[in-house]
């Protein structure tokens, strides 16, 4: 009796081992974000939702020494690890809509699994409004008629590709000053040619200031600046064309825009 008594004491206890050391494997977590703000909690995770155009980062807990990660479908989602071996972190970046599987291994050879479902952008972000260019001008100071002409001629053609200017909000975010906005130029086929969040700082005057920042990094580098005047997206071009004209003083281009909803039938 005895015996039999030991022999499942250490079977408890063999069991407790083994949880112990399922408890000691990976844990992947993610920092939790409620609106823009980061609480600086962190949730355990087995899936992940993202999205295409993006990235999410995933903290990897407890792993042995230097980790690795694939994705089970690179046509869906991208997996990369932290360049420092010591922040334990993979970026699953979103490629188009479906699912695939990550799986991150440590040195010893431990792995954990993360389900990844990939959506569409869009879903995150409400259209709020789209313009549509019908005519530019072009105001040059500081050099003579015909550099004037010249050169406005060149920005009006350059300016030619950008069509609708569409911004959207986010969907989780209440309207007003405060909401992040995203802005995308598209030519008139569709294809995008600049893309960012936008920072609108309104004037007196009923004017406003554009800020357009990268997407996912909004807080350093400024890829646009543009003036809205409720009539026209007026862009300040003029260091574009220094080099070749030193004693130029401005060029600004006026793209005056119509709401898509009033275009008329193609």
């Not at 991208?78 to 071996?85: G, L, Y």
């Not at 040619?193 to 990268?214: C, T, Y």
């Amino acid at each position: 009796m005895k015996i039999k008594m030991i022999l499942i004491a250490l079977t408890a206890l063999l069991s407790l081992a083994s949880c112990g050391d399922d408890d000691s494997g990976i844990q992947l977590t993610q920092d939790e974000i409620i609106g823009d703000i980061n609480t600086g909690k962190k949730i355990v995770i087995t899936s992940l939702t993202t999205y295409t155009e993006s990235s999410s980062k995933v903290n990897v807990n407890g792993a042995k020494g230097k980790i690795s990660a694939t994705s089970s479908d690179e046509s869906i989602a991208k997996v990369s690890c932290s360049t420092n071996e010591a922040e334990k972190e993979i970026y699953v970046s979103g490629v188009s809509v479906g699912n695939t599987t990550i799986t991150i291994t440590d040195s010893d050879g431990n792995t954990a699994v993360l389900k990844v479902e990939v959506k569409d952008w869009t879903t995150l972000w409400e259209l709020s409004r789209t313009m549509y260019v019908v005519d530019r001008k072009c105001f040059v100071e500081g050099v003579s008629s015909e550099d004037s002409a010249t050169i406005a001629a060149d920005a009006i053609e350059k300016d030619s590709y950008n069509k609708y200017y569409t911004i959207r909000t986010r969907v989780y975010i209440p309207s007003g000053s405060y909401a992040t906005k995203r802005l995308t130029i598209t030519d008139d086929k569709g294809n995008v040619r600049m893309d960012g969040i936008l920072k609108i700082q309104p004037n007196a005057d009923n004017s406003e200031v554009w800020h357009l920042f990268p997407i996912g990094n909004y807080t350093e580098v400024v890829l646009a600046t543009f003036y809205y005047d409720q009539k026209s997206i007026v862009k300040d071009v003029t260091g574009y064309y220094k080099t070749a004209y030193p004693k130029i003083k401005k060029v600004e281009l006026h793209a005056i825009c119509a709401i898509e909803e009033l275009e008329p039938d193609k």
